[in-house]
């Protein structure tokens, strides 16, 4: 029978107090022999307690190396090179590897995109699940399978105590992804960073997962940041977005408003190039050219070779993210014609 | 129909996945006989683009490499061009001459080209395997040609496959199927890998070649609002069979058989922020052991006794297009269009 | 609509290729690693005497006519009693040591190289077919390797060296000495280039890539040849490099043994075996010398082969 399920409406908290995560001026580089690769540069934003936040982009934009950021899994020789990362208000960008593994797990749990790879094949669930509670909460064994059960039960897993003792390859991806999401959710964390938790799904196992991200993320008041290049699942899921273009947040603001007023011409080349099941179209917008590549990003506003509009100013200094009706943008251009004060 | 430019008739492709016979004999285990394709007839009318949809394990990838000839059919027949493709034994000279108006391209920009060799070699393969003794000069133009057409450079030819990106090694892959000037082309999924404006980019690019050069696509892909992009008309498969078929506007607008509803209704859509939705109840069975009957009964809302023992046939529906639900023919679903779209 | 060509193809400008070659990964790679550098010097050092011996040699040691046994048993150059035309002394037929070793690498060199090749060559298109028909014949292929390899090298060169002594007549055999000898060591080494490339290419095979050329009407056979091979070649080089090592190792034992090169075309296995002999009644430069050389190439080549697979390893890179 088809589910139908509720979703409790959840307020933006966009003016919170304290924001859980606060990352300023993260710079993310990967020193190589010829070249420095800039990931990301210098982007800040945060996330408030119980929230949503989505960040989507296409390839190379910087998203999945903002979440590893985040969550201290940068592949070495590349390194935060500059800004700070605070989580309830302590810095964690640059922590020890011991106090780094304590705080990934019990306060920030993550998903990643290919079940198959993140479960160990070796190991029942059951036993990935309370050694990652054992790990961070204070259970003694009978307490933490008993959590361990409770969560697989929350996440949607059929008879849990009995699957409790299976290995990962006796799950189908749908299942496999659930058990990676109670993984996540093992030690109560305030904040999951989710890395296109969604894309190896079939569509209709995708509707489940999210629906299921969504009902956790309200219950147990964890926020969630929700990285994928999918514009739809960031539609149903997330609360705000930030868009990113070549490292850098291009716009960022209330989910629909992101979506259907967007202000930055790159935001809304990317809405109009995507297929739609109910709108009929002769021909896709389309943005010509392609995303620069991490040595060769362009001065001043890294999209203005592509750019419809782009002025001179464009093409020397880079924008900051400025308010634009109802979202924030860093574009030249969109800021001269709400006012303010820039020389054509 | 008399002009269609491919018919397949009852075509199905089963693959013998049974452990080793020794390892058989000592398990007692039967035979594992997986029907990826389990009885499909469709025709696709020349200039037309037939849209085949399907989560994963429905089939249409196989029918996909069944049409090309990359696999036999194990039963029924694939014509293009009133040709039999008959597959078996040597293929007489009309049914090499037909082979070599199809051409495939493939999902994976990264594994569809040799990274050995370089552009202009791949993009010349087909020209050379049908005329050896062509010209240099003459296959350096054609090849320079085919790459400007695509929107690439004709000095991309000297180059390597990983010097380009994703969504340009797509337009190679393209080049590549239009040297041989097919008059039909399977794409499966051709976009599914590509960003969401590269992916405007190679789509937009296939509407003109198809218009220009006259084509025929059959597009194969698992993105719903991809497929309502391009195709005229929609095929939907659950495990190796169509469900519905129908005209694009048909099946998107009045979506009759429950998976298709169920599809449409599970797809994430930017119009919906805000509005509930419904999540498709269960995973798609095994297809080394289907269901009896309708293989979607299990997950069926409209499920009864007939469709658990009797598998429905496809039959003309409201709309223009065919359905293969018993629940649809009994008229037990209301098959008004479903939650209006912000 | 044509889209502008991309930073990628626009920036890079028309390098000459050796330059390109010269900065590339691999040739980096190499100038960085003092090891590599050191042992491809080598290498090349031995390779070189070996190869221009005829010309680079103070001596003829297979010439019987310039062989005077009054030279017998001169010790090296520096020793007592050395003298300075025979840099490394001489053995007990007035053979300069030196030259013997020049001319005995050239015949470990060659039996080594063609051993490898006859090996890859059958491993290769072994392996290729098995990996890409698949099926029955895959079966019979893999089963024949494994019976070949339950047999250590040596026993299967002895053992064919010995059938061929026994077919052919007397003054037949040392002409063929040399073929039927790589031809043994080839036979007992192409399993594991058949290995790796079944393995390769049951992966390749799977590829789109070579399901287009399938679409395209291209042969089985040209598909191996043209798409599989050139994707499938990389680890079978490094196994080559590795392998010329032990094919020479190999050599040296067999002739070492007594069953190895004839006694006319002396290896570095045969030189030290001969000199084996006076090791313990002084004469002590006769097998030393050819066993160090012998190490030396064969420490050379390996290091070579090390540095080389590490440098193709794309993990690494």
């Given at each position: ?344 | ?332 679903i209301d098959a008004t269009p479903l939650v209006a779209r912000a | 609509m044509t889209e502008p060509v991309t930073a990628a193809a626009a920036t890079t400008a028309r390098e000459t290729r050796l330059a390109a070659a010269w900065k590339s990964d691999i040739l980096y790679s ?288």
């Amino acid at each position: 029978m088809a589910m139908q399920e509720v979703i409790p409406q959840r307020s933006s908290d966009t003016g919170a107090a304290v924001p859980l995560l606060s990352v300023s001026g993260l710079t993310v580089e990967f020193p190589t022999r010829h070249r420095l690769l800039t990931a990301v540069q210098d982007i800040s934003f945060s996330i408030a307690p119980g929230e949503v936040l989505g960040v989507v982009g296409e390839s190379g934009a910087g998203k999945s190396q903002t979440g590893a950021a985040i969550i201290g899994l940068i592949d070495p020789p590349g390194r935060i090179a500059a800004g700070e990362i605070r989580l309830a208000g302590r810095r964690i960008d640059s922590l020890p590897p011991q106090e780094m593994r304590k705080v990934r797990g019990r306060e920030i749990g993550a998903i990643f995109q290919d079940p198959l790879t993140s479960l160990n094949p070796l190991y029942t669930i059951g036993r990935q699940l309370t050694e990652t509670i054992a790990t961070h909460l204070p259970l003694n064994a009978r307490e933490a399978r008993d959590r361990a059960v409770a969560l697989l039960e929350e996440v949607g897993i059929q008879g849990a105590a009995r699957r409790f003792d299976h290995y990962p390859h006796q799950f189908s991806g749908g299942m496999r992804q659930r058990v990676v999401i109670a993984l996540a959710l093992a030690a109560n964390p305030k904040l999951i960073v989710a890395d296109e938790p969604t894309t190896a799904l079939d569509v209709s196992i995708q509707a489940q997962i999210i629906l299921l991200l969504k009902r956790l993320a309200s219950v147990h008041h964890t926020a969630v940041m929700l990285i994928t290049h999918d514009m739809g699942v960031i539609a149903e899921t997330a609360d705000r977005v930030a868009v990113m273009y070549a490292g850098r947040i291009v716009e960022i603001g209330p989910v629909a408003a992101v979506i259907h007023r967007p202000a930055h011409p790159y935001t809304m080349g990317l809405m109009g190039s995507i297929p739609s099941i109910t709108a009929e179209r002769e021909r896709l917008a389309q943005i010509d050219g392609a995303m620069p590549r991490l040595d060769a990003i362009p001065a001043g506003c890294a999209f203005h070779p592509r750019c419809p509009q782009a002025v001179a100013r464009c093409r020397t200094e880079r924008p900051e993210l400025a308010t634009i009706e109802a979202t924030d943008a860093a574009c030249w251009v969109a800021q001269r014609t709400t006012g303010g004060s820039v020389d054509g | 129909m008399a002009d269609a430019l491919l018919a397949l008739d009852d075509v199905a492709r089963t693959f013998d996945v049974s452990p080793l016979w020794l390892d058989r004999v000592l398990t007692r285990q039967p035979r594992a006989l997986l029907k990826a394709v389990a009885g499909v007839s469709f025709s696709i009318a020349p200039g037309e683009t037939l849209g085949l949809v399907g989560e994963s394990g429905c089939g249409k990838s196989t029918i996909a490499r069944v049409i090309v000839g990359l696999y036999a059919p194990t039963r029924g027949t694939v014509t293009f061009a009133g040709v039999d493709l008959d597959a078996r034994g040597r293929p007489s000279p009309e049914q090499r001459a037909a082979r070599r108006q199809m051409q495939m391209i493939f999902q994976d920009p990264y594994a569809s080209l040799n990274p050995r060799w370089r552009v202009e070699d791949i993009v010349a393969e087909p020209i050379l395997a049908l005329a050896p003794d062509i010209a240099r000069s003459e296959l350096k133009g054609r090849v320079a040609a085919l790459l400007t057409q695509v929107g690439l450079a004709a000095a991309d030819g000297s180059r390597y496959p990983h010097q380009f990106s994703g969504g340009q090694r797509q337009r190679i892959s393209i080049a590549r199927a239009l040297s041989s000037e097919p008059r039909f082309l399977v794409c499966d999924e051709p976009t599914s890998a590509l960003d969401v404006s590269v992916q405007a980019q190679v789509l937009n690019l296939m509407r003109d070649l198809q218009r220009r050069l006259r084509l025929t696509y059959l597009f194969i892909s698992h993105n719903l609002a991809v497929v309502h992009h391009i195709a005229d008309r929609v095929g939907v498969m659950y495990l190796g069979r169509i469900v519905e078929l129908a005209p694009t506007h048909a099946l998107f607008g009045a979506p009759q058989h429950p998976y298709t509803r169920m599809l449409l209704a599970a797809v994430p859509d930017l119009g919906l922020t805000g509005v509930a939705r419904t999540a498709v109840a269960g995973e798609v069975p095994n297809p080394l052991d289907p269901p009896p009957g309708c293989a979607f009964h299990p997950r069926c809302p409209y499920a009864n006794e007939r469709c658990r023992k009797e598998l429905p046939e496809l039959l003309p529906a409201a709309g223009g297009g065919t359905v293969a639900c018993h629940a649809v023919a009994e008229r037990r679903i209301d098959a008004t269009p479903l939650v209006a779209r912000a | 609509m044509t889209e502008p060509v991309t930073a990628a193809a626009a920036t890079t400008a028309r390098e000459t290729r050796l330059a390109a070659a010269w900065k590339s990964d691999i040739l980096y790679s190499f100038r960085r690693d003092p090891v590599a550098v050191v042992s491809m010097i080598a290498l090349l050092i031995c390779l070189g005497a070996a190869f221009f011996a005829p010309w680079v040699a103070p001596h003829n040691p297979f010439d019987l006519k310039t062989l005077n046994l009054q030279d017998a048993l001169t010790p090296p150059a520096w020793e007592q009693g050395g003298r300075p035309g025979f840099l490394l002394g001489t053995d007990d037929q007035g053979r300069d040591v030196l030259s013997a070793i020049m001319f005995g690498a050239r015949i470990s060199l060659l039996v080594g190289l063609a051993s490898v090749a006859f090996a890859m060559i059958l491993g290769v298109t072994l392996g290729l077919v098995a990996g890409y028909v698949g099926g029955r014949l895959d079966a019979v292929i893999m089963r024949i390797a494994d019976v070949q390899l339950s047999f250590p090298a040596i026993l299967i060169a002895l053992l064919i060296d010995g059938v061929a002594r026994a077919l052919l007549p007397r003054d037949a055999q040392t002409g063929v000495a040399l073929a039927v000898l790589i031809l043994a060591i080839g036979l007992a080494n192409w399993v594991q280039y058949a290995r790796t490339v079944r393995g390769s290419t049951m992966v390749e095979k799977t590829k789109e890539y070579v399901q287009a050329a399938r679409v395209i009407g291209i042969t089985p056979l040209a598909i191996m040849r043209r798409h599989l091979l050139p994707n499938v070649l990389g680890p079978v080089l490094v196994l080559a490099t590795l392998n010329i090592a032990t094919a020479i190792i190999t050599e040296a034992t067999l002739s070492f043994l007594g069953v190895g090169v004839p006694p006319t075309q002396p290896s570095l296995g045969t030189l030290i075996r001969v000199g084996n002999d006076f090791l313990f009644s002084g004469e002590w430069w006769i097998t030393i010398f050819p066993g160090a050389a012998l190490v030396i190439m064969v420490l050379a080549i390996n290091l070579v082969g090390d540095w080389l697979r590490d440098a193709l390893n794309p993990r690494l890179r």
